[in-house]
Nanobody, 121 residues
Framework: QVQLVESGGGLVQPGGSLRLSCAAS????????MGWYRQAPGKQRELVAV???????NYAPSVKGRFTISRDNAKNTVYLQMNSLKPEDTAVYYC???????????????WGQGTQVTVSS
């Protein structure tokens, strides 16, 4: 079993910045992709950003140029630096990790509990 623990959410004014962190722990051989998703009230969960174990990244068009995803493989931790935040970025942000429990095993999909980000004046 694997646990993902997120931190760093909160209330910020438009134009401000926040940094989210997500640490994975438990039965981990390796982690392939790690990512951040978000879900606003009344909307479907959507991809924000994803990063592979090799460092390749992909971003939603709405956050490209404002958000930066990074990871520390030694700490099994992924970060999301969010700059120039807008009210439409308000959502619950979820961490995701694709985990191998042993060499050659299938990937298992794990989610964090979510952290609230509110952008408001």
């Amino acid at each position: 079993q694997v646990q993902l623990v997120e931190s760093g959410g909160g209330l910020v004014q438009p134009g401000g910045s926040l940094r989210l962190s997500c640490a994975a722990s438990g039965s981990i051989f390796s982690i392939n992709a790690m990512g951040w998703y978000r879900q606003a009230p009344g909307k479907q969960r959507e991809l924000v950003a994803v990063i592979t174990s090799g460092g390749s990244t992909n971003y939603a068009p709405s956050v490209k140029g404002r958000f930066t995803i990074s990871r520390d493989n030694a700490k099994n931790t992924v970060y999301l630096q969010m700059n120039s935040l807008k009210p439409e970025d308000t959502a619950v942000y979820y961490c995701n990790a694709l985990v191998l429990h042993r060499a050659g095993s299938f990937e298992y999909d794990y989610w964090g509990q979510g952290t609230q980000v509110t952008v408001s004046s």
